[in-house]
C-alpha cells in the first residue's frame, strides 16, 4: 500500500464533496453571492434566506432554537466570544472567578490567561489519571464569585469524555453559566440543547467535513439572560454580537457538512469503534505499549498511546505515508510537552513516547490492518536500531 493514510481526523477533516458541491453556488455572478445584509434586493435577500435556512437547519440538529446561534469564524472565536464576552461584564469588579479545567483547547486556556490580567481569577479544576474533571471538586470551588464554568466535552488529545449533563445540572443549581468546546463531538454526538443545562457552546465545521474558517457559538436564550460584550465592532450582524458580512458559502458548507454528519451518525460510531478496538487489539501487545487515558470512557474517533523508550517524533517519521500526530500540534515552547499528557501523572520521557491517532469517515478496516501491521515493524525496527 503506497497510498497515504490520514490517521489525523481530529487535526481537521477533508471537505465533503456534497458540500463542496453546495457551496459552489454561492460565489460568481451566476450564483448567490450577495450581501445577507442588502435587504433592498433580490441579491442580498437571497443570500439572506439561505443564511437563514441554513440557521434552521444546524438549530434543528442541535436542538436549540435559530435564535440561538450565533455565526463564528471558528471554535477558536466562538471561545473567546463566550469567555471574553461573559468576563468584559466584569472588569471592575474584584474577586470575580471562571472555572476550568487543566486539559481544554489552547482557544480556552489562552483567553483564560488574557482575562486573567483584567483582573479575573481563573480556578483550575484537577482532572482524574484518564482526564475526566472531578465534579466534586467542582461543586466546592463554584461561589457566589464565579462568573462562568468552562468545561470541553471530549478532550482533542485523549478522547476522553466529560459528563456535561452533570456539570450542567451543578452549573444550574448554583446559578453559574456553563460553557461548553463541543469541537471533537458536535456531528459525532447527539446534543438536545433545550433540555441540556448548557448556557454557552462552541463548535466548528472542519472538524467534521465542512470548511475551515467557519464555527458557531450557541446561546442559551431563556430567563435568565447571557450579558454578552461583542468582541468585533461594525454593522450590527448577528444581534449585533458578531459584526461582518456573513460568510455564505462558508455557512452553508457547515450546514451541509452537519446534516450528512448527522445521518449517518450512529453508523459512523458503530464501524469506527470497532476499526478502535482492531487498532489496539493489534498494538496492544507489543512491550513496552501504553494507553492514555481510558478506552471506554472516550470517543471512539481518538485514541492516544505510547510506546515506552521510543521517540514518538522518530516514530511519527518512520511512519512515513501514515499521518498521526503527537498529541498535541506544538507551536511554541510553552506547549512542547502535551499539557494533557501532563495532567494525567505522566512523566516527560512517556510524553515524548506517545502518539496521537484520530479516525473518520474516510478510515477504512484495510487503513487500520495496514496501520498495525506498520506499528509493529516500526517499533521493532526503532528498538534495533535505536536502543
Ligand atoms: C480544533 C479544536 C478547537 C479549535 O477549533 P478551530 O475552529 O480550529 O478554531 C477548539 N477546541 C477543540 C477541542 C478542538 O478540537
Not at 239 to 258: C, F, P, W
Request: positive net charge; aromatic residues 8%.
Amino acid at each position: 500500500m503506497k497510498k497515504l493514510i490520514y490517521l489525523d481526523y481530529a487535526s481537521t477533516t477533508p471537505v465533503d464533496k456534497q458540500v463542496l458541491k453546495d457551496m459552489k453556488n454561492y460565489f460568481t455572478i451566476k450564483g448567490i453571492f450577495g450581501n445577507p445584509s442588502s435587504y433592498l434586493h433580490s441579491f442580498g435577500i437571497n443570500a439572506k434566506n439561505a443564511i437563514e435556512n441554513a440557521r434552521v437547519n444546524i438549530s434543528d440538529i442541535i436542538g436549540s432554537k435559530k435564535e440561538e446561534i450565533i455565526f463564528t469564524s471558528s471554535a477558536t472565536e466562538s471561545i473567546n466570544l463566550a469567555i471574553k464576552g461573559i468576563a468584559f461584564n466584569y472588569i471592575n469588579y474584584k474577586n470575580k472567578n471562571i472555572i476550568t479545567s487543566l486539559i481544554e483547547h489552547k482557544a480556552v486556556l489562552e483567553t483564560c490567561n488574557f482575562v486573567k490580567k483584567l483582573g479575573i481569577k481563573i480556578i483550575y479544576i484537577k482532572n482524574s489519571c484518564i482526564g475526566k474533571i472531578n465534579l466534586n471538586i467542582l461543586k466546592k470551588k463554584i461561589t457566589n464569585k464565579t462568573i462562568l464554568v468552562s468545561i470541553m466535552h471530549i478532550n482533542n488529545e485523549i478522547g476522553t469524555i466529560n459528563d456535561i449533563n452533570q456539570i450542567g445540572c451543578i452549573c444550574k443549581k448554583k446559578n453559574i453559566f456553563f460553557h461548553v468546546d463541543a469541537t471533537q463531538s458536535v456531528g459525532k454526538y447527539l446534543f438536545n440543547l433545550k433540555n441540556m443545562n448548557i448556557d454557552l457552546l462552541s463548535f466548528s465545521a472542519h472538524k467534521f467535513y465542512g470548511p475551515k474558517g467557519v464555527g458557531v457559538l450557541y446561546i442559551k436564550d431563556n430567563k435568565k439572560k447571557i450579558n454578552l460584550l461583542p468582541l468585533i465592532h461594525g454593522g450590527e450582524q448577528e444581534n449585533g454580537l458578531r459584526s461582518g458580512t456573513l460568510a455564505v458559502h462558508q455557512i452553508i458548507g457547515m450546514s451541509t457538512a452537519l446534516r450528512i454528519a448527522n445521518s449517518i451518525m450512529e453508523k459512523e460510531k458503530k464501524r469506527i469503534t470497532l476499526l478502535k478496538q482492531k487498532l489496539w487489539n493489534g498494538i496492544k501487545n507489543i512491550s513496552g505499549v501504553y494507553l492514555n487515558g481510558s478506552f471506554k470512557n472516550s470517543s471512539p474517533y481518538i485514541i492516544n498511546i505510547g510506546f515506552k523508550n521510543i521517540f514518538n517524533k522518530i516514530l511519527i517519521l518512520e511512519m512515513k505515508n501514515i499521518a498521526i500526530s503527537t498529541s498535541s500540534a506544538c507551536n511554541s515552547n510553552k506547549y512542547y510537552l502535551s499539557y494533557v499528557l501532563k495532567s494525567l501523572g505522566l512523566n516527560p520521557k512517556l510524553i515524548q513516547s506517545s502518539i496521537r491517532i484520530s479516525f473518520g469517515k474516510f478510515t477504512t478496516e484495510k487503513e487500520i490492518d495496514y496501520t498495525v501491521k506498520k506499528l509493529n515493524l516500526i517499533v521493532k525496527k526503532i528498538k534495533k536500531n535505536y536502543l
